[in-house]
């Protein structure tokens, strides 16, 4: 039972570079999700997709890139990074409507 | 905009102990309101979800009650014991978009036996 899976756990870059981070459901969920979690602070929403083929903005997308391969693949694209975009970033899905997120377990992203 | 808060940050507390979590917001036009639990290096898992129809929302030790219309909830931990330690975060879905969560930054729970 896997749930929401994130790849890779942890990643080290040097700014400038570029870095995809995968997440995959196996839930059969519509909805997903992509969060950052900075110390000290709650989770902020970068970007979500409502449905295969959608994704919209969240809280803070700049820098930011997604894709939603298909119902269970969302992907997010950093295409130069830098240093404020050190973080650890969560996928989530969830079924449709009022239901509870379900999450991964965090891609820990250190830019140098 | 709708801000979140949870206090205290950190909270250490003998086994045994019942204790109450908050979190407040500011904007009472909530469509349902959410807690979590994170342990070190995981991601988080839902507890609770309270619709913005309901009082409060059960689960074994855990009990959490919503006041919308002062922008409050709690979150009960009934004889609290060393594996409830981890952060506690609530989060609320306004009432546009498609359950998108406003986070607050959590409380740091330590259970010591």
């Known amino acids: 039972n896997a749930g929401v899976t994130q790849t890779p756990k942890f990643q080290v870059l040097k700014t400038g570079q570029s870095m995809t981070l995968q997440c995959a459901q196996d839930m059969n969920h519509n909805s997903m999700y992509w969060y950052r979690q900075d110390p000290g602070m709650g989770l902020r929403l970068i970007y979500y997709s409502a449905s295969e083929g959608t994704t919209d903005k969240g809280e803070v997308p700049n820098g930011y890139n997604v894709s939603r391969l298909n119902k269970r693949e969302f992907s997010l694209r950093l295409e130069s990074a830098a240093p404020s975009q050190t973080s650890v970033y969560f996928c989530?899905?969830?079924?449709?409507?009022?239901?509870?997120?379900?999450f991964g377990d965090g891609t820990r992203l250190s830019i140098l | 905009k709708q801000e979140v808060t949870q206090i205290p940050a950190a909270l250490s507390v003998p086994e045994g102990e019942n204790l109450v979590l908050n979190c407040s917001f500011t904007d009472s036009a909530i469509y349902n309101l959410q807690w979590f639990r994170q342990d070190p290096g995981k991601g988080l898992t839902s507890l609770l979800l309270i619709q913005s129809s309901q009082r409060e929302q059960t689960s074994g030790r855990l009990n959490a009650s919503l006041d919308k219309s002062s922008g409050r909830s709690t979150l009960y931990i009934a004889a609290s014991q060393p594996g409830d330690s981890a952060t506690y975060l609530c989060?609320?879905?306004?009432?546009?978009?498609?359950?998108?969560?406003?986070f607050g930054a959590g409380t740091r729970l330590a259970v010591h036996p």
């Open positions: 989060a609320v879905r306004g009432p546009g978009g498609y359950n998108k969560l406003i």
């Open positions: 989530a899905s969830t079924p449709a409507g009022s239901q509870p997120q379900h």
